[in-house]
């Protein structure tokens, strides 16, 4: 059972345009949630988190947006950069209770030209 | 720089073989995980060291061990690898980070496994 969904396995945008990338958990006792980049033939690196007592947390380019009461978060990057192409995974952690992260299937995002 | 390391980066070993893999940080984190990625699919949580405390996923079958014999170095052991077990293998570490608390993880690149 997955608590952690990335339905769109893919997603391609023009660059300089906005990608938003969407994320669904289902286990309320979630309270961190991450995203992370991968590029191929390397492991993911952290982008941005967001604890669950925000709604918004911006860095840069990029900001994620979480939806407690619909258990939905996104990832908005704006403009987007052709080094943006990379999929991105989206993570879940229940703080109090343990040290693990939970992550989605990831969504492989195109940044066309 | 601080980093994880892991090593080696691609490994190919016969079935029912016992294979190590291995990896190393300079971050002097406390807590070290081991994930299994398959094409495709999100990375799958092994086990993790909270310090030199084992926590091993339900799921995580026997044929999977772990080590840690200090704070830098975490290995994967094999002890049987099938076909299934070809995959991308993902250690990382974690730090508690802000305020409100939360885990940041850092990986390493992966080590390619492939079964033959």
């Known amino acids: 059972d997955q608590q952690v969904k990335q339905n769109s396995p893919s997603l391609s945008v023009q660059e300089g345009r906005i990608s938003i990338l969407n994320c669904d958990y289902t286990n309320s006792m979630f309270d961190y949630f991450l995203w992370y980049k991968k590029y191929p033939a390397e492991g993911p690196t952290f982008l941005i988190s967001?604890?669950?007592?925000?709604d918004k947390n911006e860095d840069g380019r990029f900001t994620v947006f979480l939806n407690k009461s619909a258990k939905h978060l996104s990832l908005h990057i704006v403009p987007s950069q052709p080094g943006d192409s990379a999929v991105y995974f989206c993570?879940?952690?229940?703080?109090?209770?343990?040290?693990?992260?939970?992550f989605g299937k990831g969504t492989r995002l195109h940044i066309l030209p | 720089d601080a980093m994880v390391i892991q090593n080696p980066r691609y490994q190919v070993t016969q079935f029912g073989k016992p294979v190590t893999l291995s990896c190393s940080q300079t971050?002097?984190?406390?807590?070290m995980y081991w994930y299994q990625q398959k094409s495709s699919q999100a990375p799958k949580l092994l086990f993790h060291y909270y310090d030199k405390d084992f926590n091993n996923e339900a799921d995580t079958p026997d044929n999977f061990q772990s080590r840690r014999p200090n704070t830098s170095f975490c290995f994967l052991d094999i002890r049987s690898p099938g076909l299934g077990d070809a995959a991308m293998y993902l250690c990382?570490?974690?730090?508690?980070?802000?305020?409100?608390?939360?885990?940041?993880?850092?990986f390493g690149p992966g080590t390619r496994l492939t079964v033959t």
């Open positions: 990382a570490t974690s730090r508690l980070v802000g305020i409100a608390g939360g885990y940041e993880q850092y």
């Open positions: 993570a879940a952690s229940a703080m109090n209770r343990d040290d693990k992260i939970i």
């Open positions: 967001i604890s669950s007592i925000k």
């Open positions: 971050l002097n984190h406390n807590v």
